[in-house]
């Protein structure tokens, strides 16, 4: 769904996620389907609440007999350039006499 590309991610948990604010007994709940597909559609209320947008990261706990989701912050620690990458495919390349005795290595193993 999204291209992320080959940086680097880090997602991290945001602390301040409130579902359920218990000194005012604010507590909101709601019964979901699950769709065949394993998936459900968080109502409009509650992304308004918790920030969580279109295209948002969550991050889904199980703890016991509960579902725990709060939204996730998604920080970017390093971005490769299309010439990086390229320079590291140029250097992982085997040269013909490697593939040649990684091929006898594997043929005598059999």
Known sequence: MFDYG???LYIAEI????????KEGNIMKETLVVSSRGQ????????KRTG?????????EYRGNELVLKPAAVLEIEMYSDRQIAGWDD????????????????KTKQ
């Open 6 to 8: 080959l940086r680097h």
């Open 52 to 60: 969580i947008k279109e295209g948002s990261m969550v991050i889904i």
């Open 40 to 47: 459900v559609t968080l109502p409009a209320a509650l992304r």
């Open 15 to 22: 602390q301040k996620f409130c579902y359920a604010d218990n």
């Open 91 to 106: 250097a992982d390349r085997l040269t013909t006499t490697e593939k040649s005795a990684a091929l006898k290595k594997v």
